[in-house]
């Protein structure tokens, strides 16, 4: 049977429908999906009830997990696993803000000499307005390109820095031991989309804190330059969250980030993270 893909309209992503994650998959749907997944970028499964084991299961047809750096928000029993939340389940129950991390454009574990191929994100609890995660398709945004542009973007390098996001949302302060773990690393700012072959815009405002060979202000503005860009709505696909979603997307060739809510509502979300290869020189 014929895997059942409705697009969703804007430049990327897409709802697969009637699977159930808990069950097994036949190599030939799994094929099917992998092929939805390099031609939308974003894929969605709705109405999942997922318990850790099975979402890890899932998640690991798609290759090796990652474990984040960020160790304070892993699940103790199941490291693979990264809480997406902003209140703290563990004390008080309050708001903390810790999802604010992910509310600007970025590429997720860019900051990593091995980047992150796919994320997986799950929804336990979402806010009734807000909360979206919009991705852009940076395949397109190159595409669109002037060749001047095309030309000299190929022969740039961007630097991927945890430490320089981190201080720029104003999160608590790294820890030496995973400041050492997350040194600032260097990734072309056009890469290769390995399952298509397409050349797409690699970077963002979330990890990306300059420019090899320019000084610190031209690098920024040449970053914002290229955000402002491939972040306009024609290359833009916003998700509108329910409960049970279970959305995958390609690290490779698109940015997110999260949109503001009422942070007395809670939101809650259970994320896996696929390790990808390294990125050519």
């Not at 808990?22 to 970028?41: N, Q, Y």
């Not at 852009?136 to 060749?147: F, G, R, T, V, Y």
């Not at 740039?156 to 690393?185: C, F, G, Y």
């Not at 072309?188 to 390995?194: A, D, K, N, S």
């Amino acid at each position: 049977m014929a895997l059942a893909v409705q697009p969703s309209g804007a430049a990327l992503g897409a709802v697969v429908e009637g699977l159930d994650l808990t069950k097994p998959l036949s190599d030939e749907i799994f094929e099917e999906i992998l092929a939805a997944f390099h031609c939308h970028h974003v894929l969605c499964f709705r109405d999942q009830d997922l318990d850790e084991e099975s979402f890890i299961a899932f998640s690991r047809r798609f290759g090796e997990l990652q474990t984040h750096v960020l160790s304070q928000w892993l699940r103790d029993d199941y490291p693979e696993i990264y809480i997406l939340s902003n209140y703290d389940m563990a004390g008080s129950g309050k708001p903390t803000g810790g999802d604010k991390v992910a509310r600007v454009w970025h590429s997720d574990l860019s900051f990593a000499e091995v980047p992150a191929l796919a994320t997986l994100l799950y929804a336990v609890e979402v806010p009734s307005e807000g909360g979206n995660t919009e991705f852009a398709n940076m395949l397109a945004a190159h595409d669109a390109l002037d060749e001047r542009s095309k030309r000299r973007l190929e022969k740039l390098r961007a630097i991927h820095d945890l430490q320089t996001s981190h201080n720029r949302i104003k999160q608590k302060p790294l820890t030496e031991e995973q400041i050492k773990a997350a040194p600032p690393v260097e990734h072309p700012i056009v890469r290769t989309h390995t399952p298509t072959g397409r050349k797409g815009l690699y970077m963002g405002y979330g990890h990306t804190k300059g420019v090899v060979g320019m000084s610190e202000k031209e690098g920024q503005v040449l970053i914002d330059e290229l955000v402002a860009f491939s972040t306009e709505p024609r290359f833009v696909y916003s998700h509108k969250w329910c409960v049970g979603d279970v959305v995958l997307w390609d690290n490779r060739c698109t940015m997110h980030r999260g949109t503001p809510y009422d942070d007395r509502e809670r939101r809650r979300m259970l994320r896996t993270t696929v390790k990808g290869t390294e990125i050519p020189a």
